[in-house]
T-cell receptor, first 110, second 118 residues
């Protein structure tokens, strides 16, 4: 079993929809959680960074961490065509190495 | 955040050759990280490049295949040696953001170097 599982999609939604992206993990030592957005032929761009459990909001983006369920989510409100990209979850314990999901491909159609 | 520049952005290479990827950061950092992103796979850490000491390699990656240099606090190179088509991938340089002398926990990436091995 991989340490981080993420549905690759693709996920297609109409503009304005609420998008929910999710990852599960198996290592209870993970305590730092990140979401990256990666456009085609670009490097990953950090969207959200959270520590331990709880919610964090930044504009249209909300990150949720449920450590008891080993489950993290990223919600995108009022989705836009410019949100079309691959979204990567990542997490780590007290070390420096990030463990990534495979990414979910999102397409927001006008 | 950190500004990370990588060269080359892409290259097409012949089997058996080697290619060196350069990474330049706009601030002095102790550690630089090299990741690989293979098609349809998760990003995977290859090694940590430490200034003034040997790089630390993750399981499955060896120095003979991926030699790393770290001559100063803002620059690193990764060489992919004796390439085969299985090495076709995106190679990414990354660093943690800094707040004073401490890292923020936020890992930033360069744009990547996309290698295709024929």
């Amino acid at each position: 079993q991989k340490e981080v599982e993420q549905d690759p999609g693709p996920l297609s939604v109409p503009e304005g929809a609420i998008v929910s992206l999710n990852c599960t993990y198996s290592n209870s030592a993970f305590q730092y959680f990140m979401w990256y957005r990666q456009y085609s032929r670009k490097g990953p761009e950090l969207l959200m960074y959270t520590y331990s459990s709880g919610n964090k909001e930044d504009g249209r983006f909300t990150a949720q961490v449920d450590k008891s369920s080993k489950y993290i989510s990223l919600f995108i409100r009022d989705s836009q065509p410019s949100d079309s990209a691959t979204y990567l979850c990542a997490m780590r314990d007290s070390g420096y190495a990030l463990n990534f999901g495979k990414g979910t491909s999102l397409l927001v159609t006008p | 955040s950190a500004v990370i520049s990588q060269k080359p952005s892409r290259d097409i290479c012949q089997r058996g050759t080697s290619l060196t990827i350069q990474c330049q950061v706009d601030s002095q950092v102790t550690m630089m990280f090299w990741y690989r992103q293979q098609p349809g796979q998760s990003l995977t850490l290859i090694a940590t490049a430490n200034q003034g000491s040997e790089a630390t390699y993750e399981s499955g990656f060896v120095i003979d295949k991926f030699p790393i240099s770290r001559p100063n606090l803002t620059f690193s190179t990764l060489t992919v040696s004796n390439m085969s088509p299985e090495d076709s991938s995106i190679y990414l340089c990354s660093v943690y953001g800094l707040a004073g002398r401490h890292h923020t926990g936020e890992l930033f990436f360069g744009e990547g170097s996309r290698l295709t091995v024929l």
